[in-house]
């Protein structure tokens, strides 16, 4: 009987090994001379586009069969259309993935009936990963005086916005905390927002994704022509100086607290990479898997740093989806608090689109 358990077991374990290797076949098969089309939701030079040009060019190392990857800019709503895209009508089969705002996948939430989203439950798409955890920060030029984010609640800060749907962060400061920025839309790129700020059209930021704006602004930085005067998002990046408070420190109680969760609960997406629902499962996890392969290879981290592209805290698809099942997991009350806050910070804006 000991013989016949040994035998059994002998023979389990080689099917077993079987089993393994004609899956890994398969994959290898899938994905050998095929070309995987990445859509990015921004034009091409923004910082989306950087990040994502990054990836084509390494993931296919490290994906079985090493398939070309080719970035495919597919701008407009803010990327919207790219998800739009990628719900609607991309391949399902693993070959099409999508770049996109780290907002478009907490739109349905924070908007609700007035969401533009073509989905409802973000959970419903596979996500590959994010190359990085995000932090925007709150920045004023020098010539404003400003010290500290305290002189924003008596004096009127005037700050860019890239477009109507955004500007997201001033509206929930100034519900939240009483801050009193002025928002001018519509400065579409963080390069003319930083431009309209060097030029004293605005006197700052509010949201800029630090990952970006420290490339852009590094000189401005160290010279001190401007000043951070908070992190907004959910946790503290540390090369950002430690005197620089946390938007989540700042919070004047636990409902307030609960709101802003939502509201910059995306800053922990970074700048997120997703496929369609209904891609099979095997295809999802050989994507996830080079995926944090990549973020973690020595020439791609190389590479990135030449780039100027922050790599810092990588989270991989299952840890986005955690932090959206969190998300949407919020109580009633939060969220209506969060979508109320967005509105009511709406009556300090200026629109000077058409000047």
């Given at each position: 009987m000991g013989q016949l358990k040994l035998i059994g077991a002998v023979v389990a374990s080689a099917l077993g090994i079987s089993v393994a290797s004609v899956a890994s076949a398969q994959q290898a098969d899938f994905y050998a001379g095929k070309t995987i089309d990445l859509y990015i939701g921004y034009e091409a030079g923004a910082g989306y586009d950087l990040y994502a040009r990054l990836l084509t060019e390494h993931i296919g190392r490290f994906l079985p069969g090493h398939p070309s990857v080719i970035p495919?800019?597919?701008p407009g709503a803010a990327s919207m259309r790219a998800m739009t895209f990628i719900h609607q009508a991309a391949k399902k089969d693993g070959t099409a993935w999508a770049a996109i705002d780290r907002n478009v996948a907490v739109e349905p939430l924070l908007y609700g009936a007035d969401s533009k989203a073509p989905f409802k439950n973000p959970n419903e798409f596979n996500w590959i990963g994010s190359m990085n955890t995000e932090i925007g920060v709150a920045a004023v030029w020098h010539t404003t005086g400003i010290k500290s984010w305290e002189d924003t609640l008596t004096r009127p800060t005037i700050v860019a916005m890239a477009g109507a749907q955004g500007g997201i962060g001033a509206r929930v400061l100034n519900s939240l905390l009483g801050t009193q920025f002025q928002q001018v839309c519509c400065y579409s790129s963080d390069g003319l927002q930083n431009l309209a700020m060097e030029r004293g059209e605005v006197e700052g930021r509010v949201g800029a994704s630090w990952s970006t704006f420290k490339t852009a602004a590094t000189k401005w930085i160290e010279t001190?022509?401007?000043?951070i005067l908070m992190q907004v998002g959910l946790e503290k990046n540390p090369d950002i100086a430690a005197d620089v408070p946390l938007v989540m420190d700042l919070a004047k109680n636990e409902k307030d607290r609960a709101a802003m969760k939502i509201v910059?609960?995306?800053?922990?997406?970074?700048r997120p990479y997703v496929m369609p629902a209904?891609?099979?499962?095997a295809q999802v996890a050989e994507v996830r898997k080079a995926f944090m392969a990549m973020v973690k290879d020595p020439a791609f981290l190389a590479d990135a740093d030449k780039r100027h592209l922050e790599i810092t805290n990588p989270k991989s698809g299952e840890q986005i989806t955690a932090i959206l099942q969190d998300v949407y997991s919020a109580s009633e009350d939060a969220v209506l608090a969060a979508r109320r806050s967005i509105k009511e910070g709406e009556y300090k804006m200026k629109d000077e689109s058409k000047k």
């Open positions: 495919r800019n597919m001190g022509q401007v000043k910059f609960a995306n800053q922990s997406l970074g209904g891609v099979p499962a």
